[in-house]
């Protein structure tokens, strides 16, 4: 299977610990996004990368957010010092970024769990 | 800020074909359309996308007028394993580019 690649599928962690979620994107594919989704809402944007420049990222991202795309490919999303309302289903989507016809490829998402 | 507006939910039967039209008052010329569908704890898969008049692929059919200010996603026969989030996206290209989802349709199918 080719398809974009999150791990781990679950992440169970405590309030205040660091956390790091991987995605690895379909190997063409030059546009990387990271998305956050909670139960019965549709998937927030968070971040996104052409290549392994972050072209934005959302204003209502808190600075315990980071992400990384060090060589173009796979991404990191770490989470640090933790909280309750982290808790969420993290999702990668990639694409070849063709500009409006854009469409987006997601993985199985990474389910965090704060306690 | 511009964004698309689409029904909350929706009920529909085994066998019945179902439409769900989207709003997108703010598209811009260089806009294409793209509907996603999502099933419980897996990512949004790409359906079917268009930028005028009609498309079609083996699994929906998507319609948008002229003015391209809404666009209607058509689910032929469906099926109980139709029922899940659809989400309408226009890329607003002249705000970036990037995907914004709204909070999607969701379409339950009973038997």
């Known amino acids: 299977d080719t398809g974009v690649s999150q791990d781990p599928r679950h992440k169970i962690t405590k309030r205040g610990q660091n956390v790091t979620f991987r995605c690895d994107p379909i190997s063409e594919h030059n546009r990387l996004y990271w998305y956050r989704q909670t139960l019965g809402q549709g998937p927030e944007f968070l971040t996104y990368?052409?290549?392994?420049?972050?072209?934005?990222k959302s204003r209502l991202l808190s600075d315990r957010f980071s992400a990384e795309r060090p060589k173009g490919s796979f991404s990191t999303l770490e989470i640090q010092r933790t909280e309750q309302g982290d808790s969420a289903m993290y999702l990668c989507?990639?694409?070849?970024?063709?500009?409006?016809?854009?469409?987006?490829?997601f993985g199985s998402g990474t389910q965090l769990s704060v306690l | 800020l511009a964004k698309t507006t689409q029904p909350i939910s929706m009920d529909s039967y085994e066998g019945q074909e179902v439409n769900i039209t989207c709003s997108h008052n703010?598209?811009?010329?260089?806009?294409?359309i793209t509907w996603y569908q999502q099933f419980p704890s897996q990512g949004p898969r790409f359906i079917i996308q268009?930028?005028?008049t009609k498309v079609t692929n083996e699994v929906a059919s998507l319609f948008i007028p002229a003015d391209r200010k809404s666009s209607t996603l058509s689910l032929p026969r469906v099926s109980l394993s139709d029922t899940a989030v659809y989400y309408c996206?226009?890329?607003?290209?002249?705000?970036?580019?990037?995907?914004?989802f709204g909070q999607g349709t969701e379409l339950s199918v009973k038997p």
């Open positions: 989507a990639s694409s070849l970024g063709q500009g409006a016809n854009e469409k987006l490829f």
């Open positions: 990368f052409q290549n392994e420049a972050q072209l934005e």
């Open positions: 703010n598209i811009a010329t260089n806009d294409y």
């Open positions: 996206l226009v890329a607003f290209y002249n705000q970036g580019g990037k995907l914004i």
């Open positions: 268009g930028y005028k």
